[in-house]
């Protein structure tokens, strides 16, 4: 499904040349659950972006479902993201805007019919077990509910790719699972995720492949690993 060969991307700090990543090499197949882990500054963040063409390689190239990224233009890149589904640590929800509105503005502005709004935004707010507060804006949620909110708007399209880019750095331990629990349940029904975390226990916990970068380089790939660095 995701392919990265020899991937490399540099930016240039003060004339000096600075790897991100470096000849990055990576499989992931449909419907797999990856944690990619690493210190600050290890590539994670990068990764992502070129993955979502939000940044471009400097060397190698970027398949998603056969298509190359690196080729698509950037006008086009919004057909991509269509099928990737995003989660925040910062949760990114609008103030002024209940969880169920929430939900729904990505599907109005894509066009969709107010009835079939409606219905998906029910599905999503039972899926993420949030139908209780549909009406709650984003102050009167928990931490753990504003991201159970952030997820079900991730899922509004369908998306064949979930992301989850620390999406446990602002909860406390119980909020944390919760969430990861989700990730999995998400997983289970076919989507595949990318959980880019430092959480060391959630990563130990989950028993999935973990992914290890470091200085730009995978370190380690193990199909059931541990967060070892």
Do not use: C
């Amino acid at each position: 499904m995701i392919l990265f060969k020899e991937v490399s991307k540099v930016y240039k700090i003060n004339n000096k040349e600075i790897f991100a990543l470096r000849d990055v090499n990576l499989e992931i197949k449909k419907s797999e659950f990856v944690s990619l882990v690493g210190k600050s500054g290890a590539g994670k963040t990068t990764l992502l972006n070129l993955l979502i063409g939000q940044e471009r390689p400097d060397r190698g190239r970027i398949f998603f479902e056969e298509v190359d990224i690196t080729k698509i233009p950037s006008r086009k890149l919004f057909l991509l993201r269509q099928k990737i589904g995003m989660v925040f640590q910062d949760f990114r929800l609008l103030a002024n805007k209940t969880a169920s509105e929430n939900i729904a503005f990505a599907l109005e502005v894509a066009g969709f019919p107010q009835r079939e709004v409606k219905k998906l935004v029910e599905q999503l707010l039972i899926l993420v077990g949030m139908k209780e507060k549909a009406d709650n804006f984003p102050f009167e949620l928990s931490g753990g509910e504003k991201q159970r909110i952030a997820i079900a708007r991730a899922l509004v399209r369908q998306p064949d790719l979930i992301i989850a880019d620390e999406p446990t750095g602002n909860l406390d331990p119980i909020n944390s699972w919760e969430i990861i629990n989700l990730l999995l349940k998400i997983n289970e029904l076919g989507t595949t995720v990318i959980l880019a975390t430092h959480d060391k226990e959630v990563v130990n916990k989950v028993k999935k492949r973990v992914v290890i970068l470091e200085d730009g380089m995978i370190i380690k790939d193990d199909k059931e690993g541990r967060y070892i660095l």
